[in-house]
Nanobody, 121 residues
Framework: QVQLVESGGGLVQPGGSLRLSCAAS????????MGWYRQAPGKERELVAS???????KYGDSVKGRFTIFRDNKRKTVDLQVKRLRPEDTAVYYC???????????????WGQGTQVTVSA
């Protein structure tokens, strides 16, 4: 079993910053892409940022220039530095990883439990 554990969410004022962290643990053979998604009430889950195993990064259009994704392959972590937060960034943020565990021939998606980010004055 592979698990993703997130931390770092909270309440922040507009214009503020946060750093979200996600750590993978378990019987991991390899990790391909890692990333962050978010889901606001009444909306579909959307990509915030992702980074491949060879450091190719993608960002959602609404966060480009404000959010930065960091990956540490040795520690099996992926962090999201979020700056200049807006009320519309309010959502539950989920960590995601494409993993292969030691007992499998195939990769599969793993999700974290989510961490709430609320941007409000």
């Amino acid at each position: 079993q592979v698990q993703l554990v997130e931390s770092g969410g909270g309440l922040v004022q507009p214009g503020g910053s946060l750093r979200l962290s996600c750590a993978a643990s378990g019987n991991i053979f390899s990790i391909n892409a890692m990333g962050w998604y978010r889901q606001a009430p009444g909306k579909e889950r959307e990509l915030v940022a992702s980074v491949s195993s060879d450091d190719n990064m993608k960002y959602g259009d609404s966060v480009k220039g404000r959010f930065t994704i960091f990956r540490d392959n040795k520690r099996k972590t992926v962090d999201l530095q979020v700056k200049r937060l807006r009320p519309e960034d309010t959502a539950v943020y989920y960590c995601n990883a494409e993993v292969r565990d030691s007992g499998s021939l195939y990769e599969y998606n793993v999700w974290g439990q989510g961490t709430q980010v609320t941007v409000s004055a």
